[in-house]
């Protein structure tokens, strides 16, 4: 639709899960603010440990892979949106790098590879909504380690959300380098506690001199786990020595919203 004689408001509506495009590839970045991010310490020193190549699925735009590429780590990236990997090639050409990377689901993946570790951050892993994908997707990344490899997998309970569903309200908001335009994303969440699945709309908004342009929404689930039941889960598809830890700091312990990092070994 035209919004005056020279401004133009596009509309894209998306329904998939794994849908990373759009304004949502674009501004993905611009959430995170600048480094060191919150879990960056804790993966290199992890990745670092371990030796050899390490993988991270879902690496996105490469908030994690392009800086441990710079500072020497080995990495490999692999990910669902070609939109994300493309950006992800642009920032590491930026600083001198070409990254490795694969445009894979990871409940699909298939490297001839194999690492030393694989890891998943932000709690990327929980966009796998089904059950049974959840589970091949762990056989997955069992099969792509090396004996004795490590996995490292972050996961979250949106306990904050029970409290606040079906209102729709501002979840970040950002201004885009490039143009000054100022970015909102309105979310909604109802959550199936029996089934631990939430549903989650969001809306993405562009504002130039007061005037929307542009607006994108995006619906998509997420399923959480609760710490024994993942563990299990880890176990019964071969996965021994596995451990949890509660966020990334002593004071992370005590806060029931902390990532849960779930470390297991092959």
Same mark, same amino acid.
């Given at each position: 639709?035209?919004?005056?004689?020279?401004?133009?408001?596009?509309?894209? !509506?998306?329904?998939?899960? %794994? /849908?990373?495009? +759009? &304004?949502?590839?674009?501004?993905?970045?611009?959430?995170?603010?600048? $480094?060191?991010?919150?879990?960056?310490?804790?993966?290199?020193?992890?990745?670092?440990?371990? #030796?050899?190549?390490? =993988?991270?699925?879902?690496?996105?735009? +490469?908030?994690? =892979?392009?800086?441990?590429?710079?500072?020497?780590?080995?990495?490999? +990236?692999? /990910?669902?949106?070609?939109?994300?990997?493309?950006?992800?090639?642009?920032?590491?050409?930026?600083?001198?790098?070409?990254?490795? =990377?694969?445009?894979? @689901?990871?409940? /699909?993946? /298939?490297?001839?590879?194999?690492?030393?570790?694989?890891?998943?951050?932000?709690?990327?892993?929980?966009?796998?909504?089904? !059950?049974?994908?959840?589970?091949?997707? =762990? !056989?997955?990344?069992?099969?792509?380690?090396?004996? +004795? #490899?490590?996995?490292?997998?972050?996961?979250?309970?949106? %306990?904050?959300? @029970? #409290?606040?569903?079906?209102?729709?309200? &501002?979840?970040?908001?950002?201004?885009?380098?490039?143009?000054?335009?100022?970015?909102?994303?309105?979310?909604?969440?109802?959550?199936?506690?029996? $089934?631990? &699945?939430?549903?989650?709309?969001?809306?993405?908004?562009?504002?130039?001199?007061?005037?929307?342009?542009?607006?994108?929404?995006?619906?998509?689930? &997420?399923?959480?786990?609760?710490?024994? $039941?993942?563990?299990?889960?880890?176990?019964?598809?071969?996965?021994?020595?596995?451990?949890?830890?509660?966020?990334?700091?002593?004071?992370?312990?005590?806060?029931? $919203?902390?990532? %849960?990092?779930?470390?297991? !070994?092959?």
């Amino acid at each position: 639709m035209v919004l005056g004689s020279k401004h133009q408001m596009d509309t894209i !509506r998306t329904t998939s899960d %794994w /849908d990373y495009r +759009g &304004l949502v590839a674009e501004c993905y970045d611009l959430w995170f603010g600048d $480094e060191p991010f919150w879990d960056q310490t804790f993966f290199q020193e992890r990745i670092r440990h371990n #030796g050899g190549v390490a =993988l991270e699925i879902a690496c996105g735009t +490469g908030r994690l =892979l392009v800086p441990f590429l710079r500072d020497g780590l080995a990495v490999e +990236g692999v /990910d669902a949106s070609e939109e994300m990997l493309a950006i992800c090639r642009t920032k590491a050409a930026q600083v001198g790098l070409t990254p490795t =990377l694969y445009h894979q @689901f990871m409940q /699909d993946l /298939d490297l001839a590879s194999r690492y030393h570790t694989v890891f998943i951050p932000a709690c990327s892993f929980q966009i796998v909504a089904e !059950r049974d994908e959840a589970f091949t997707a =762990l !056989r997955r990344f069992y099969m792509q380690l090396a004996q +004795g #490899g490590e996995l490292l997998i972050t996961l979250m309970v949106p %306990w904050r959300d @029970f #409290g606040a569903e079906r209102h729709w309200r &501002l979840r970040r908001s950002a201004v885009r380098p490039s143009d000054g335009a100022t970015i909102l994303i309105h979310e909604a969440t109802v959550s199936e506690r029996v $089934e631990q &699945l939430q549903h989650i709309w969001m809306r993405y908004e562009v504002f130039k001199e007061g005037r929307l342009v542009q607006t994108q929404l995006r619906t998509h689930r &997420l399923r959480w786990y609760h710490r024994h $039941e993942f563990a299990m889960m880890l176990e019964s598809v071969g996965f021994r020595e596995v451990s949890v830890q509660c966020g990334y700091t002593a004071s992370d312990k005590a806060n029931p $919203e902390a990532e %849960w990092i779930f470390i297991a !070994r092959r």
